[in-house]
């Protein structure tokens, strides 16, 4: 069945979001790179890796739907962060946003009886939390380091250990 011009729409703008989510990391990625934080820069590569899944899981829903994907341009990111905190912050509140998208799609996907879209947005509700919560804690430990130095380069080492795992495949999947 082919899916529903309003929700085919939706996603699009949606992939169009994540494609945006990837840019935003990777920015922030390359700033913290300049500031010396390499563990911090490794996790928000990941985190863009991340949101490149997630893009594509989108993309490949609208083709098995037999819709047609769209590529409009991606809007530029701000790239001058003056401190990590700044940016978690931004990131959480990023967060906020595509989940905000996310519900607004799943709103249209319950008014439009499209079962099919509704359930796979339930692993996007689910997956948001889980973002949220981690730039959000993240930008807390950043408040409590305050100026320490010495807790900013413990925090940077933690974050450094992030290994990536495309969530969107089934377990076991290649």
């Not at 069945?1 to 703008?13: F, S, T």
Request: glycine letters at 6%; charged letters at 25%; aromatic letters at 10%.
């Amino acid at each position: 069945m082919k899916i529903n011009n309003k929700i085919e729409d939706a996603i699009n703008k949606q992939v169009n979001a994540e494609l945006y989510s990837a840019y935003l990391y990777l920015g922030m990625s390359a700033r913290c790179t300049e500031l010396n934080l390499k563990g911090m820069a490794h996790w928000l590569y990941v985190q863009a890796q991340e949101e490149m899944t997630h893009a594509m899981k989108f993309y490949r829903f609208i083709l098995e739907r037999n819709g047609h994907a769209t590529f409009p341009a991606i809007e530029g990111i701000p790239s001058d962060w003056k401190s990590p905190l700044q940016m978690f912050e931004a990131a959480y509140e990023h967060e906020q946003k595509v989940s905000a998208l996310i519900n607004n799609i799943v709103d249209i996907a319950i008014g439009e009886r499209d079962h099919a879209t509704a359930s796979m947005l339930n692993w996007f509700v689910d997956e948001q939390v889980e973002e949220e919560a981690n730039s959000s804690e993240i930008a807390g430990k950043l408040k409590l380091i305050g100026e320490s130095k010495e807790g900013l380069f413990m925090l940077d080492k933690e974050l450094s250990a992030r290994v990536f795992v495309d969530s969107t495949q089934p377990a076991g999947a290649a």
